[in-house]
């Protein structure tokens, strides 16, 4: 009997211990692909920053030459 109930406390310790891991792993897989995208949003917002600032440059030339 007491061999009965310390086998069902190990397999108990052993279920919770694997399911815990398991949620600590797709915690862990979430946020990193919360940092992807977090860094795919980043790269497109400094894209756009860039293509801007092109564009500027590009009209602040234009301007210049009709000044001229």
Do not use: P, T, W, Y
């Not at 052993?14 to 891991?21: A, G, K, L, M």
């Not at 897989?29 to 917002?45: P, T, Y």
């Not at 400094?46 to 210049?64: K, L, N, Q, R, S």
């Amino acid at each position: 009997m007491k061999k009965l109930i310390l086998s069902v406390i190990l397999m108990l310790a052993v279920s919770v211990s694997f399911v815990s891991c398991r949620e600590e792993a797709d915690k862990a897989k979430d946020a990193v692909e919360e940092v992807g995208n977090d860094i795919e949003d980043a790269a497109e917002d400094a894209a756009d920053e860039i293509e801007d600032a092109v564009d500027d440059a590009g009209d602040a030339i234009e301007d210049a030459v009709d000044d001229n």
